[in-house]
């Protein structure tokens, strides 16, 4: 018995192509473009969004989050000072005192929630 659906996989490109096209048809004209799409171009996009400003995100990786990832071997870790453990707070990101000041958390987690 087949683990997946036995589609065909140009039937996947096409319904990518599809979507993707669609949606891109949509932003072509935009009220702001902004080029990156790490922590502070995320957010930048979030806040002008909620403001009703029609956002498009270009990002030259194919990941999100920019510099959230680097936390060094392995160690998907980043700590932050204060007062930035507010913008945690608000994005409902758990984070454990490292000493005065200093805060970590978890790096996925919180590009997650961006």
Known sequence: MPLFH?????????????????????YVESDVIIVGAGPSGLIAARDLAKAGVKVLIIERNNYLGGGFWV??????????????????DELKVPYSPAGEGLYVADAPHACASL
Not at 75 to 88: H, S, V
């Open 6 to 26: 036995p589609t065909r996989e140009k039937e996947v490109t096409r319904a990518i192509v599809s979507s993707f096209l669609k949606q891109f048809e949509e």
């Open 71 to 88: 936390g060094g071997y392995f160690m998907n870790k980043f700590t932050l000072r204060a007062p930035a453990q507010e913008f945690l």
